[in-house]
Nanobody, 115 residues
């Protein structure tokens, strides 16, 4: 079992920035791809960005140029640096991890972008 705990969500003004963190614990061998998804009220959960164990990344078009995903394998942590935040980025952000084909999810952290 892998437990994921996100942190860093907050209320921020448009144009601001946040850094989300997600720490993995438990039986954490062979964790492959990790990533961030988000879910806004009334909408389906959607991909934001993913990162492989070797550091290769992929972003949704809405995140390209504004968000950066990174990971520290020694700390079992994945990060999401979010810049130039827009009201449309308001959502609960979820961390996920793939361990040998099993997907684990965190409980989510709320990001609200509003003036």
């Amino acid at each position: 079992q892998v437990q994921l705990v996100e942190s860093g969500g907050d209320l921020v003004q448009p144009g601001g920035f946040l850094r989300l963190s997600c720490v993995a614990s438990g039986t954490i061998f062979d964790i492959g791809v990790m990533g961030w998804f988000r879910q806004a009220p009334g909408k389906q959960r959607e991909l934001v960005a993913i990162i492989g164990s070797s550091g290769n990344t992929n972003y949704d078009d809405s995140a390209k140029g504004r968000f950066t995903i990174s990971r520290d394998n020694a700390k079992n942590t994945v990060y999401l640096q979010m810049n130039s935040l827009e009201p449309e980025d308001t959502a609960v952000y979820y961390c996920c991890a793939n361990q040998r084909g099993v997907i684990y999810w965190g409980q989510g952290t709320q990001v609200t972008v509003s003036s």
